[in-house]
């Protein structure tokens, strides 16, 4: 990926070294690209106009907040299910108060969000996980509105997904199909079902994620001449463990 400061570096430096110039101004512009979190020229513009670039737990939160704002009034129930999320990551005090920074910050409609969704979208666990709180606040007033659900489904396709894989995740939700996995999940629950503890390393409890996947995964249990019941716990588990990681993902804000 050609990132903004990678360009602009190897430019600069070609114009005043040639090609080793330009290899050095573009191993400058990368670190600088990475200090400063400038992913595309979208972020550039956001910088220069002095708004900091948004971390992976802010994004949720700034989504959520123009979700609520879409129909024009933040009601009681977005403001409850937005605690109800910070409440299930388990934040602490001063992640709580970003969280409500970001919040606010959605309901502006000012962020540009489609070069963080497309970066998010190379991790598919958190960008479902992304998608599942977005699903779990438009139906918070008891609704689904057009402005939320095109959204949505805008956000969704920058994350990659097509519309009848946003559409069968939707599924899962509603005044009456609240996932109770989702909805009751805690982080230490969530580490407990990866058998990880709050101080395991990133790389550790990513290596553990994908064991208890692929130990549980229903294509793998289907071939083994499991039976349909089986099949579908399979299923469940998945789900659990998708959800388990993504929450500790965004806890610990990891790639």
């Given at each position: 990926?050609?990132?903004?400061g990678?360009?602009?570096?190897?430019?600069?430096?070609?114009?005043?070294?040639?090609i080793?110039?330009?290899?050095?101004?573009?191993?400058?512009?990368?670190?600088?690209?990475?200090?400063?979190?400038?992913?595309?020229?979208?972020?550039?513009?956001?910088?220069?106009?002095?708004r900091?670039?948004?971390?992976n737990?802010?994004?949720?939160?700034v989504?959520?907040?123009?979700?609520?704002?879409?129909?024009?009034?933040?009601?009681?129930?977005?403001?409850?299910?937005?605690?109800?999320?910070?409440?299930?990551?388990?934040?602490?005090?001063?992640?709580?108060?970003?969280?409500i920074?970001?919040?606010?910050?959605?309901?502006?409609?000012?962020d540009?969000?489609?070069?963080?969704?497309?970066?998010?979208?190379?991790?598919?666990?958190?960008?479902e996980?992304?998608?599942?709180?977005?699903?779990r606040?438009?139906?918070?007033?008891g609704?689904?509105?057009?402005?939320?659900?095109?959204?949505?489904?805008?956000?969704?396709?920058?994350?990659?997904?097509?519309?009848?894989q946003?559409?069968?995740?939707?599924?899962?939700?509603?005044?009456?199909?609240?996932?109770?996995?989702?909805?009751?999940?805690?982080?230490?629950?969530?580490?407990?079902?990866?058998?990880?503890?709050?101080?395991?390393?990133?790389?550790?409890?990513?290596?553990?994620?994908?064991?208890?996947?692929s130990?549980?995964?229903?294509?793998?249990?289907?071939?083994?001449?499991?039976?349909?019941?089986?099949?579908?716990?399979?299923?469940?588990?998945?789900?659990e463990?998708?959800s388990?990681?993504?929450?500790?993902?965004q806890?610990?804000?990891?790639?």
């Amino acid at each position: 990926m050609w990132w903004p400061g990678t360009l602009i570096g190897a430019g600069a430096g070609f114009a005043i070294a040639s090609i080793p110039g330009a290899m050095l101004g573009a191993l400058l512009g990368q670190a600088l690209d990475r200090r400063l979190q400038l992913y595309n020229w979208a972020h550039v513009r956001e910088r220069l106009g002095g708004r900091p670039a948004l971390r992976n737990d802010e994004l949720l939160f700034v989504l959520l907040g123009r979700l609520a704002k879409s129909d024009g009034r933040v009601g009681d129930g977005h403001i409850q299910q937005a605690r109800q999320e910070m409440r299930s990551l388990e934040m602490s005090e001063v992640a709580q108060r970003r969280a409500i920074a970001a919040f606010n910050r959605g309901k502006s409609g000012n962020d540009r969000l489609r070069g963080y969704l497309r970066r998010l979208g190379e991790q598919p666990h958190a960008a479902e996980g992304v998608l599942r709180a977005c699903w779990r606040m438009v139906w918070a007033d008891g609704r689904v509105g057009t402005a939320e659900r095109e959204l949505i489904q805008l956000w969704g396709k920058w994350l990659g997904w097509t519309s009848e894989q946003i559409q069968a995740l939707a599924q899962d939700y509603g005044p009456a199909r609240r996932h109770p996995v989702e909805s009751a999940m805690t982080y230490q629950e969530a580490l407990r079902l990866l058998g990880v503890a709050a101080t395991t390393e990133p790389a550790q409890i990513k290596r553990a994620y994908r064991r208890l996947l692929s130990r549980h995964h229903p294509d793998k249990v289907a071939g083994s001449g499991a039976t349909p019941e089986q099949v579908r716990e399979a299923t469940e588990k998945t789900r659990e463990l998708h959800s388990a990681y993504a929450l500790v993902r965004q806890r610990r804000d990891f790639r």
